[in-house]
């Protein structure tokens, strides 16, 4: 039978593997919605392939454009928040596809799950954020989350078969990002172009500037903290510069499970669609023989203090891991535009961190209150 899916954020670059891998399985997946911000070109070419019900663009302003452009479609077309939730409580979506960045996902994502939709979650704002109350909604509600992420996908990958009482720790890889080499003193010049070059994986322009920080590889500390229910002190990061080892979990033997493949988003989003399933496909494939070598070096936490941000938020719990991801969304934005350069990105998140008091067990207002608050602190700094 067919799966019916909705997609956050179709026309990003999760959005659109996503739906390069509905393309492939057309007797297994189809599309019940679709969300997007304002690509309209995108999503009118999606929906007059994949026919959703049900779409939801950012305002009055583009809906008119879109509706131009797909005159006769049998598609409804919501708009802004109230958008973002049809699409994700679409009423014959069985899964959601969560791949909008930022907070902006979090009201539609927990009130998909209690409609007992599975989620394949791409967004790390969702568990990095509101990481304790969207677990305690899946534990209620008794549905599934597939990660769509290299790393989480990898250790769910490792963790079959096995209990998950026997985990000694796991091993998250991180590429390192454009500036691995570069030495510390130069990062004070490094603009927004030259962190946009990343070295190996394809992905768009907030989450390449998070890997280039290593707070990408923060967030996924948190990340997994949560999917997989660790200490933060069993959760570790090794730089791995290939990319082809995707993250590793260490068992009480000291036998060490790895999951490698060619970087390519489309095996994890597959994986998660078809719910952990094994098809074949015609993504690339790894080829041992033209591999050079496979390196591994331990993070410099002096060079890219992110990292050690993220372990202080996540053990912090309460509304501050909220507000790190916030401060670091609004750094970033100013950052993409050219108001300062790399190494300050660092500087605003950690004063943003300060201003704060961690408010312990928030509800859903609370987080969204911090994440306000410190997107307000963060510009004005
Ligand atoms: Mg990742």
């Given at each position: 039978?067919?799966?019916?899916i909705a997609i956050l954020g179709s026309t990003g670059s999760i959005g659109k593997q996503c739906l390069e891998v ?52 049998k598609v409804e077309i919501f708009t802004g928040a109230e958008g973002l939730l049809k699409v994700a409580t679409a ?170 493949g060619a970087p390519d988003m489309r095996v994890p989003i597959q994986y998660a669609l078809l719910e952990e399933e ?104």
């Open positions: 039978m067919k799966k019916a509905v393309s492939i399985f057309p007797s297994r997946l189809r599309v019940a919605a679709l969300a997007t911000r304002d690509d309209i070109d995108t999503i009118v070419e999606q929906v007059k392939k994949f026919q959703p019900r049900i779409i939801s663009v950012l305002n009055d302003e583009v809906k008119a454009k879109v509706e131009a452009k797909l005159a006769g479609a009423a014959d979506a069985k899964m959601v596809v969560v791949a909008i960045p930022g907070s902006l996902a979090l009201t539609a994502v927990l009130e998909a799950v209690k409609l007992k939709k599975d989620i394949a979650l791409a967004t790390k704002e969702v568990l990095v954020a509101a990481g304790e109350i969207f677990m305690n909604g899946v534990k209620a509600a008794g549905v599934k989350v597939f990660p769509i992420d290299s790393e989480h996908s990898a250790i769910a990958q490792c963790l079959r078969g096995e209990d998950k009482k026997t985990i000694k720790k796991i091993i998250l890889t991180a590429s390192g990002g454009p500036f691995l080499k570069t030495p510390a003193e130069k990062l004070v010049q490094m603009t927004a172009k030259d962190a946009l070059k990343h070295p190996t994986w394809k992905m768009g322009p907030k989450i390449t500037i998070d890997s280039a920080t290593l707070m990408n590889k923060g967030f996924e500390v948190i990340e997994a903290h949560y999917l997989f229910g660790l200490d933060y002190a069993q959760i570790e990061v090794i730089i791995h510069p290939e990319s082809i080892i995707h993250s590793m979990v260490e068992f009480v033997d000291g036998s060490i499970k790895a999951q490698l094994r098809q074949a496909n015609h993504w690339g494939r790894l080829d041992f023989a033209k591999v050079a070598g496979l390196t591994f070096q331990k993070p410099d936490k002096m060079k890219f203090p992110c990292l050690e941000y993220a372990y202080v938020a996540g053990k912090a719990k309460g509304t501050l891991p909220a507000i790190l991801n916030a401060a670091n969304e609004e750094a970033v934005n100013q950052f993409l535009k050219g108001r300062f350069n790399f190494d300050q990105i660092a500087v605003k998140i950690k004063a943003v961190m300060g201003q704060y008091q961690s408010k312990e067990s928030p509800a859903l207002n609370d987080i969204l209150a911090a994440d306000q608050a410190a997107r307000a602190a963060a510009a004005a700094i």
